[in-house]
């Protein structure tokens, strides 16, 4: 979002996470706190100009966790000194780019953020609602009552789900849905890819699924049964795996395959390869409200999607994919995208997903800035 603002032609500055003490004193191999710890030491200006109009900020102090701390009321009250070592760090880069009136994008940081409106002074604060990580233990002890408070004070919040914007009118009236952005010329079949050497050797038809396994978020039972349904079909998964899916007997079927993580770059050509792409999403409070970014990477590819049915799904995906319950259901689906495949199906999906690319995303998010500011 923010290297698309700037190509339309608005400064922005980009601030990357602080990083805490845990962090700054046993760092993990994650190259974005390596690369800011390398700021930090080398003293490297922590303002940099990556692109025209874009800025990125590496913060310099480091911040304490009080999460272990059980009142909500003194968390809050002790987070505001993390708030106020942030917006330290923030206000030189500000005055330095001439930053007099901004408007502050709080993207889902419930406590970091909770009081830089305050401190800040931003003309507008908005809030970004694009998960639901209060269901995460971290963000649940004090998130359930953090969180409605930081929507009820910010000027507007901007949603990715329909489900998060019926839930974020409770709170602020001036709350918008824009949908998810992908990488839009990133997925394209414009041109065709080679199969990549370890999905060659896979028979076809190929039942693919790309992105984190995680009992968490998929149905591990499900796919077992899909797969011994089936023997005749081939289970492509790709992402790591989490301990439940490492442990699984699925590694033990002859006709489900674990190729691994893949870098980004190199997804869209196994998608390409793939014959059905499937979203076997358990419904939980992590999942029954969210927007699957990976279904726009399929559609994007042309790709026949069969997906489990939530609101999301129905209210924004039923005319493109095909929407399931249960393990009947699933085979049902999938037997009947491999069966009603079409050049046009694949054109329809093509062009439909084109209003989720970043640019049509953008756009709609300034329009939306725009009536917050003509208030």
């Given at each position: 979002m923010a290297k698309e603002l700037a190509r339309q032609h608005h400064k922005v500055l980009y601030v990357n996470s602080p990083l805490d003490r845990k962090e700054y004193f046993f760092p993990s191999s994650d190259s974005g706190i390596t690369d800011h710890l390398q700021v930090i030491k080398t003293q490297a200006d922590p303002l940099q100009k990556l692109a025209p109009n874009l800025w990125v900020l590496y913060p310099l102090r480091r911040l304490d966790s009080f999460n272990w701390i059980r009142s909500t009321n003194l968390f809050s009250w002790l987070i505001k000194l993390n708030n106020r070592r942030l917006a330290n760090d923030i206000k030189p880069a500000l005055k330095e780019l001439g930053f007099e009136e901004f408007i502050l994008v709080n993207d889902k940081d419930i406590f970091r953020s909770f009081y830089l409106k305050e401190f800040l002074q931003p003309l507008k604060y908005i809030y970004l609602d694009r998960d639901y990580t209060i269901g995460m233990p971290y963000w649940r002890r004090h998130g359930q009552v953090l969180e409605p408070r930081l929507m009820t004070k910010a000027d507007a919040i901007f949603c990715n789900s329909l489900d998060f914007t019926t839930n974020a009118r409770r709170y602020n009236a001036n709350s918008f849905y824009i949908g998810n952005g992908f990488a839009a010329k990133q997925f394209t079949s414009d041109s065709a890819t080679a199969v990549p050497a370890d999905l060659a050797t896979i028979a076809g038809p190929r039942i693919g699924y790309v992105g984190a396994l995680i009992t968490l978020r998929l149905d591990l039972d499900l796919l077992r049964e899909l797969a011994q349904e089936r023997p005749g079909w081939s289970f492509v998964l790709i992402g790591w795996e989490d301990e439940d899916f490492a442990q699984s007997d699925l590694h033990k079927m002859p006709n489900v395959f674990f190729l691994g993580r893949k870098h980004t770059q190199e997804v869209h050509a196994y998608i390409q390869h793939f014959d059905v792409c499937i979203n076997p999403q358990v419904l939980n409070d992590i999942t029954r409200s969210n927007f699957p970014l990976k279904i726009l990477e399929y559609l994007a590819l042309g790709k026949p999607v069969v997906a489990t049915t939530t609101n999301t799904m129905t209210e924004e995906f039923s005319n493109y994919?095909?929407?399931?319950?249960?393990?009947?259901?699933?085979?049902?689906?999938?037997?009947?995208?491999?069966?009603?495949?079409?050049?046009?199906?694949?054109?329809?999906?093509?062009?439909?997903?084109?209003?989720?690319?970043?640019?049509?995303?953008?756009?709609?998010?300034?329009?939306h800035v725009d009536e917050v500011l003509a208030k």
């Open positions: 994919t095909y929407l399931a319950t249960n393990k009947e259901e699933y085979l049902q689906k999938i037997e009947q995208a491999l069966q009603e495949e079409s050049l046009q199906k694949k054109a329809d999906r093509i062009q439909f997903v084109q209003k989720f690319s970043w640019e049509n995303v953008v756009k709609l998010f300034v329009k």
